[in-house]
Antibody
Framework: EVQLVESGGGLVQPGGSLRLSCAAS????????MNWVRQAPGKGLEWVSY????????YYADSVKGRFTISRDNAKSSLYLQMNSLRAEDTAVYYC????????????WGQGTLVTVSS | DIQMTQSPSSVSASVGDRVTITCRAS??????LAWYQQKPGKAPKVLIY???SLQSGVPSRFSGSGSGTDFTLTISSLQPEDFATYYC?????????FGQGTKVEIK
C-alpha cells in the first residue's frame, strides 16, 4: 500500500525556518517525481515545488522561490522541504504528492502537516 | 504562467442531479489536465487525468472531457458522498496551477 506521511509542521515566528519531511513507503520511491502542494486555511490548493526522480530537475512557485528548498533522499525514501524566511502567508497545510508520469497527475497524497507562521 | 479558471465557484444540487463543472486554461494545454476531489479535512483525491481518463477505483458516474483550453467534469448522478470541493489542475508546464475550486453543496 502506497503511503506518504508528512511531518515537521508546527508554529514558527515570521522570519524563522522549518524543515518538512515526507516519508514514503509501499512503492519504489526513487522511480517517482514528487511535489509539495499547500493549502492556506479556507483557501484553495497551491502548488509549491517539484523534484524529479533523481533530484536533477527542480521547480518552484514564484511565491517561495529563493526561500524554500526541495530535496530528496532516495536511500531513505524521503522527501524534504526546507522553508526559510517564513512569512504569515506561508501558513498552510503542506501536502507531499506523488506524480505519475502518465499525464503527470498527482496520484497519491499525504495527510498533510500544518505550518503556522505567527508571532 | 497558465491561469486556470473554474466555474461555477459553487453549485447547489440534489442527490441524483447531473452536475457539470467547467475549467478554462489561459492558454492551450492539450490534454494535460487533472480533476481532484477534496472533502473537508482530507487530502485531495485524483478523479480524472489526461482530461478524460478515469482514475482506477473512481466511480464511472465521474467523467471528464475537453482539450486545449476548455474542459468539463461531469457527475452524471450526484451521490451523497460526492458533496465536496473539486479542483482542476494543469500539468502542461511549470508552475503547475490549480483552479480556484468548485464547492458542490446539498440543495
Amino acid at each position: 500500500e502506497v503511503q506518504l506521511v508528512e511531518s515537521g509542521g508546527g508554529l514558527v515566528q515570521p522570519g524563522g525556518s522549518l524543515r518538512l519531511s515526507c516519508a514514503a513507503s509501499g512503492f519504489t520511491f526513487s522511480s517517482y517525481e514528487m511535489n509539495w502542494v499547500r493549502q492556506a486555511p479556507g483557501k484553495g490548493l497551491e502548488w509549491v515545488s517539484y523534484i524529479s526522480s533523481g533530484g536533477g530537475s527542480i521547480y518552484y512557485a514564484d511565491s517561495v522561490k529563493g526561500r524554500f528548498t526541495i530535496s530528496r533522499d532516495n536511500a531513505k525514501s524521503s522527501l524534504y522541504l526546507q522553508m526559510n524566511s517564513l512569512r504569515a502567508e506561508d501558513t498552510a497545510v503542506y501536502y507531499c504528492a506523488r506524480e505519475l508520469g502518465y499525464y503527470d497527475h498527482f496520484d497519491y497524497w499525504g495527510q498533510g502537516t500544518l505550518v503556522t507562521v505567527s508571532s | 504562467d497558465i491561469q486556470m479558471t473554474q466555474s461555477p465557484s459553487s453549485v447547489s444540487a440534489s442527490v441524483g442531479d447531473r452536475v457539470t463543472i467547467t475549467c478554462r486554461a489561459s492558454q492551450g494545454i492539450s490534454s494535460w489536465l487533472a480533476w481532484y476531489q477534496q472533502k473537508p479535512g482530507k487530502a485531495p483525491k485524483v478523479l480524472i487525468y489526461g482530461a478524460s481518463s478515469l482514475q482506477s477505483g473512481v466511480p464511472s458516474r465521474f467523467s471528464g472531457s475537453g482539450s486545449g483550453t476548455d474542459f468539463t467534469l461531469t457527475i452524471s448522478s450526484l451521490q451523497p458522498e460526492d458533496f465536496a470541493t473539486y479542483y482542476c489542475q494543469q500539468a502542461n508546464s511549470f508552475p503547475r496551477t490549480f483552479g480556484q475550486g468548485t464547492k458542490v453543496e446539498i440543495k
